[in-house]
């Protein structure tokens, strides 16, 4: 839910803000009609969400952290993407140069591509409940952490800001999306998943899964790669040396921001519908910590 945070609205000299999501906000040129140039400026805020609630706290160098991880995965997949520059030089506003990106403008599929190679989450639950993920069965004895004889693609539909995504199966998306369109969805993110997890794993990070999303290029008419990719906000990442399926993996995420929301330290009842409170200075630091340290292991660079 937005309440309680008020949407962070630059005035950046070219450009006119139309859109703002959990944590990004989205502009396009401001000497064209609304919806009429085929550019937008994607800039990566630092808010931070949990429980479909974005908090009033925030998380320094989130945005920058997410952008330029997103732009480092980009380099190295060979999936067409969206991203058509990322620097001043490129036209970005040097106001927010380093946290936002110059996009292609795709046609968004309505569908949040995820695929999972361990088991553990929303998907663990189901498990316990029927041997299925997405009604995809899986091996008898697994636990949380354990990982699967092959990836699977998980989809869900998209929901509103504040509202929580909904786990779908396959033919849902063929339903949605059409035949063609759902197997390309389908095998362009286990594409993804596969190439980023042994690049990971080169790196010492275990990529549990994965959320991407893709829309169509109406210049190119190809599916084409956008949004975000492979961050921690999109991706559970665990560390390779702690990995030990039967309990819960420390990641390198908002884990911390969960487990304090949740903890009798916050006074929140996440039942409850309340606004979740602000952040510990303690929490908000060790979050930023785990963010630079997921960057600065998978990239092999300082973060600065």
Same mark, same amino acid.
């Given at each position: 839910?937005? %309440?309680?945070?008020?949407?962070?609205?630059?005035?950046?000299?070219?450009?006119?803000?139309?859109?703002?999501?959990?944590?990004?906000?989205?502009?396009?040129?401001?000497?064209?009609?609304?919806?009429?140039?085929?550019?937008?400026?994607?800039?990566?805020?630092?808010?931070?969400?949990?429980?479909?609630?974005?908090? %009033?706290?925030?998380?320094?160098?989130?945005?920058? &952290?997410?952008?330029?991880?997103?732009?480092?995965?980009?380099?190295?997949? *060979?999936?067409? *993407?969206?991203?058509?520059?990322?620097?001043?030089?490129?036209? +970005?506003?040097?106001?927010?140069?380093?946290?936002?990106?110059?996009?292609?403008?795709?046609?968004?599929?309505?569908?949040?591509?995820?695929?999972?190679?361990?088991?553990?989450?929303?998907?663990?639950?189901?498990? /316990?409940?029927?041997?299925?993920?997405?009604?995809? #069965?899986? #091996?008898?004895?697994?636990?949380?952490?354990?990982?699967?004889?092959?990836?699977?693609?998980?989809?869900?539909?998209?929901?509103?800001?504040?509202?929580?995504?909904? *786990? &779908?199966?396959?033919?849902?998306?063929?339903?949605?999306?059409?035949?063609?369109?759902?197997?390309?969805?389908?095998?362009?993110?286990?594409?993804?998943?596969?190439?980023?997890?042994?690049?990971?794993?080169?790196?010492?990070? &275990?990529?549990?899964?994965?959320?991407?999303?893709?829309?169509?290029?109406?210049?190119?008419?190809? &599916?084409?790669?956008?949004?975000? +990719?492979?961050? #921690?906000?999109?991706? /559970?990442?665990?560390?390779?040396?702690?990995?030990?399926?039967?309990?819960?993996?420390?990641?390198?995420?908002?884990?911390?921001?969960?487990?304090?929301?949740?903890?009798?330290?916050?006074?929140?009842?996440?039942?409850?519908?309340?606004? #979740?409170?602000?952040?510990?200075?303690? +929490?908000?630091?060790?979050?930023?910590? /785990?963010?630079?340290?997921?960057?600065?292991?998978?990239?092999? /660079?300082?973060? %600065?």
């Amino acid at each position: 839910m937005m %309440a309680g945070y008020q949407t962070e609205t630059l005035d950046l000299p070219g450009w006119r803000h139309v859109y703002s999501g959990k944590v990004r906000d989205l502009y396009e040129p401001a000497d064209s009609g609304p919806g009429e140039s085929d550019r937008v400026l994607v800039v990566a805020s630092d808010r931070i969400s949990a429980y479909d609630f974005v908090l %009033a706290s925030t998380i320094p160098d989130k945005g920058r &952290i997410l952008t330029q991880l997103s732009l480092w995965w980009f380099d190295q997949l *060979n999936v067409a *993407n969206h991203v058509l520059g990322s620097t001043a030089e490129d036209g +970005v506003p040097v106001e927010v140069e380093g946290r936002a990106m110059i996009c292609r403008r795709l046609e968004m599929y309505p569908v949040e591509c995820i695929a999972r190679g361990y088991l553990t989450g929303s998907g663990l639950a189901e498990y /316990r409940e029927s041997g299925t993920v997405c009604e995809i #069965p899986l #091996p008898t004895g697994l636990v949380d952490g354990s990982r699967l004889p092959e990836a699977i693609f998980t989809p869900s539909a998209k929901a509103a800001v504040g509202e929580h995504d909904e *786990n &779908i199966t396959y033919e849902d998306v063929t339903g949605m999306v059409g035949d063609d369109a759902a197997a390309q969805l389908r095998d362009l993110t286990l594409e993804i998943y596969r190439e980023a997890e042994k690049i990971a794993r080169e790196r010492g990070i &275990i990529l549990a899964d994965t959320k991407v999303e893709f829309g169509l290029d109406p210049v190119t008419g190809y &599916i084409t790669l956008g949004d975000e +990719v492979l961050t #921690p906000d999109s991706s /559970r990442f665990w560390d390779s040396k702690t990995w030990e399926p039967g309990k819960a993996q420390p990641s390198f995420d908002k884990q911390y921001v969960r487990d304090w929301l949740t903890s009798a330290e916050s006074g929140w009842d996440r039942a409850s519908g309340q606004e #979740p409170p602000a952040l510990p200075a303690a +929490v908000v630091e060790r979050t930023r910590a /785990r963010y630079v340290e997921a960057y600065e292991k998978l990239t092999g /660079r300082t973060f %600065a």
